[in-house]
């Protein structure tokens, strides 16, 4: 999927003066790790994760991984067979990763009543992005796929509009 991202971004940079980058839910995060390697006019991201439920196991951690500069380390005292070895233990309290994009214009959508992505994630992909150009929108009455639920007229004004002010 990011490699399809890539291409597609390679197709479109060769054939367009600017190129944005929109997706929903995991196309949000391609959206924004694609935004955090090429240059893209502007991001719309949707109903997109950046905390996983630990029951997503086969979910791409390390792929969302890339939209924030630091993860901070989960509290690893309890998986110690050594009780004193947490103590002796010198570390960093969080991870470095590689950041989101730093300067394109950024808008993320978000149902407060999503399943699926819990609402709290946009506010932690907002707080990571280095863009000074950033938008949160929330939508009330959808669910996650918000491009076909109840608010998706809102959602493709909002976003339609955005990318004409940043595309044209």
């Not at 993860?71 to 002796?88: F, H, I, T, Y």
Request: net charge positive; hydrophobic share 50%.
């Amino acid at each position: 999927w990011c490699y399809s991202a890539l291409d597609g971004w390679h197709i479109l940079n060769a054939l367009c003066e600017k190129v944005a980058a929109v997706g929903l839910s995991m196309g949000g995060a391609m959206a924004l790790a694609l935004a955090s390697q090429q240059p893209v006019a502007a991001v719309a991201a949707m109903g997109t994760p950046i905390q996983i439920p630990a029951d997503w196991r086969l979910f791409p951690i390390p792929f969302l991984a890339r939209l924030r500069p630091f993860l901070p380390k989960p509290e690893q005292g309890a998986s110690w067979v050594d009780a004193g070895a947490s103590a002796r233990r010198v570390a960093y309290s969080v991870r470095p990763t590689r950041a989101a994009a730093r300067h394109a214009p950024m808008l993320l959508l978000q149902s407060r009543a999503d399943r699926v992505v819990a609402p709290e994630n946009m506010g932690l992909i907002y707080q990571a992005l280095g863009s000074s150009q950033k938008e949160k929108v929330w939508l009330e009455r959808g669910d996650h796929i918000i491009t076909e639920d109840a608010d998706r007229e809102q959602v493709f004004k909002r976003v339609a509009t955005f990318l004409a002010a940043h595309t044209q």
